[in-house]
Structure formats: structure tokens, C-alpha cells
């Protein structure tokens, strides 16, 4: 927590606001589907590019940012940090993306999911959260149809997927939080990887649209190895008439967050902060 404060400072963020910031674990009693004991993330040892990375995440939790009062705007949205589902980059793609939506009037909600390599539990985890949120929003003074969610690389994967497989129980309902709607109010792609695992590259399976997904922003580069994915979701968002905004910028690569030095690191939030006027109103 003492870390979390340093690094929300040094973002000039209001201590006041981390002084309401919290944690929420998802499962109270068993973790569905997880064999090994709840533990706290574990910080790996690589800490290069000033990006914190944890893994071992067996008790996932949420860690909330509310706005100020006097700037919230009623919405809030669930950040799915990214690390190929192997870590977590939470500061880069959790924290950092928390402080900015917070001044934009935005409740943040940062998603440590279930890593190593459990991707099934990830989505377990993502649809939780989405609950949780809903069934707590009047804490926050949130309101319940104004929550979505974001992720970026893997974070993105979880996301697309949370977004598409909403109505698919992965779980069994352990309390009233879980019979309330896991569909995101809109999502956000922020140079997402895996949604072209089909057949030559075409959407991955596992991402069935509908009329009924949510509105879509996507962003990511024509340099990034994981570019087609941003293309392919956008492409087949657009064959089922749900609403796409798709940025694709020349260079930019992946992983930079929304960190100064890189032009899609800086470009992509204002184009964000635009489409978010759209759809939450």
C-alpha cells in the first residue's frame, strides 16, 4: 500500500483519494478451480522499463481508486493490466491507467487476475469482478450500467473475452453479487494480443459477437507484433453492427502504457477520452 502511495504521488495524484483506495478479494471462500493457496502477488524480480511485474496471483483481488466527488461522473471502469498471462505489468497498465481515468471523473478498478498460464481462471475472475462492481456501485456512487472495462496485451485478450462470453457460466454463484449481469457497459482494447487465433489469423473461437457486445474502442500499431489482433476484432465487431472505434498508428511496438517518449503511448488516451464522452452518458 505504502508503495501504491509513493507511486500515486510521484503521478500527482490526491493523497486524499489513495487514502480511500481499497481491496476487495473476489472469492471469500474458495478460489473456483484453483489448486494452490491464496497468497499475496508475488513482485518478480525483473523490475526493467520502471514496470512492476507480479505473478502468482491465487487471490485475486480488485484495488479500487474512487474519483473525487466532485469530479465523478457516475462510471467506472475495471483495468485488466497485461503480461501475456504469465505477470501482471501493474503499474504500467494498472496504476498509471488508474491515476489518468481518475482525472477524467472515472471510479478505477484495477483486476489482479489469476497468473501463471490460467487463463480459464482469468475469465472466472474478470466475470466476478464485473459483478462485484455492479452489486457495490452505490458505494462509489456509481451507477450499475455505467461499468466497463479495459485491458491492455493479455489484459486486452481478457477483456475481449469478458466482453463476447458474458452470458457463459464459469463458474457456480457463490452469493447475490452473481446474479447480476457480467456484460461490460463498453470495453476498451488498448494494443490487445491473442484475438486472431482462427483459422489464417482470423478471429480466435472463443470471441462470439453478438448484437448484444458492448461498444468497442481499440488501439494499437501497424509495428507491433500483435497489431492483426486489433484488426481482426475491429473487422468482425463491424460485421455484427455493434459500434468499433479503431485506432492504428504507423509505430508505437507494445507495452508502453500511456507513458511520455513513445507516440502511441501519448497519442492513444485523448482519442480514449473522446470515444468515452460517447458511451458513457
Known sequence: MKQIVVLLMMLGVNTAITAQQRKIHLWPAAVPGETAAKQTAKVTADGSNNVTRLTDVTDPILEVFPAEASNSNGAGIIICPGGGYSILAINLEGYE???????????????????????????QDAQRAIRLVRSMASEWKLEPGKIGMMGFSAGGSLTARASTQY????????????????????SA???????????????????TLSSETPSMFLFATADDF?????????????????????????KGGHGYGLRNGNPAGEAWPSLMEKWLKTVVK
Not at 190 to 200: F, H, Q, T, V
Not at 226 to 250: D, Q, T
Open 97 to 123: 491507467i488508474a491515476a489518468w481515468l481518475n482525472k477524467l471523473g472515472y471510479t478505477a478498478f484495477v483486476l489482479q487476475y489469476r497468473v501463471p498460464k490460467k487463463e480459464a481462471g482469468a475469465l
Open 167 to 186: 452470458n457463459v457460466h464459469t463458474y457456480t454463484p457463490i452469493d447475490k453479487a452473481d446474479s447480476l449481469s457480467a456484460r461490460p457497459a463498453f
Open 189 to 207: 482494447l488498448i494494443y490487445p494480443a491473442y484475438l486472431d487465433k482462427g483459422e489464417n489469423r482470423a478471429l480466435t473461437p472463443e470471441l
Open 226 to 250: 500483435y497489431g492483426n489482433s486489433a484488426l481482426v476484432m475491429a473487422g468482425a465487431l463491424r460485421a455484427a453492427k455493434v459500434p468499433v472505434e479503431l485506432h492504428f498508428y504507423a
